[in-house]
Nanobody
Framework: QVQLVESGGGLVQAGGSLRLSCAAS????????MGWFRQAPGKEREFVAA????????YYTRPVRGRFTISRDKAKNAVYLQMNNLKPEDTAVYYC?????????????????WGQGTQVTVSS
C-alpha cells in the first residue's frame, strides 16, 4: 500500500518557521517529481512548491518565493518544506504529493499520490 504521510505542522506566530516532512512508503519515488499543495478553509487546493526527480530544479508559487524551500532526500524517500517568515495567509492544510512524471508540476492532475495533510496555523 502506497502512503504519503505528512508531519511537522502546528501553530506558530507570524514570522516564525516550520519544517514539514513527507515520508513515502510502499513505493520508491526517487524517479518522480514531488510537490506541496495547500488548502485553506473555503478555498480550493492551491500549488505551493514542487521539485523534480533529481532535486536540482524547483518551482514555487509567487506568494512563498524567498520564504519557503522544498527539498528531498531520495535515500529516505522523503520530501520537505522549510517555511520561514510565516504569515497568517499561509494558514492551511498542507498536502504532499508524488507526480506521475520526473519533472516538477504545478497542477493537481499531474500527481497520482497524495498524503492526508497536516494543519499549519499562523497567528497574527
Amino acid at each position: 500500500q502506497v502512503q504519503l504521510v505528512e508531519s511537522g505542522g502546528g501553530l506558530v506566530q507570524a514570522g516564525g518557521s516550520l519544517r514539514l516532512s513527507c515520508a513515502a512508503s510502499g513505493r520508491n519515488f526517487s524517479r518522480n517529481g514531488m510537490g506541496w499543495f495547500r488548502q485553506a478553509p473555503g478555498k480550493e487546493r492551491e500549488f505551493v512548491a514542487a521539485i523534480n526527480w533529481s532535486g536540482d530544479s524547483t518551482y514555487y508559487t509567487r506568494p512563498v518565493r524567498g520564504r519557503f524551500t522544498i527539498s528531498r532526500d531520495k535515500a529516505k524517500n522523503a520530501v520537505y518544506l522549510q517555511m520561514n517568515n510565516l504569515k497568517p495567509e499561509d494558514t492551511a492544510v498542507y498536502y504532499c504529493a508524488a507526480a506521475y512524471g520526473v519533472e516538477w508540476y504545478s497542477i493537481p492532475p499531474e500527481y497520482g499520490y497524495w498524503g492526508q495533510g497536516t494543519q499549519v496555523t499562523v497567528s497574527s
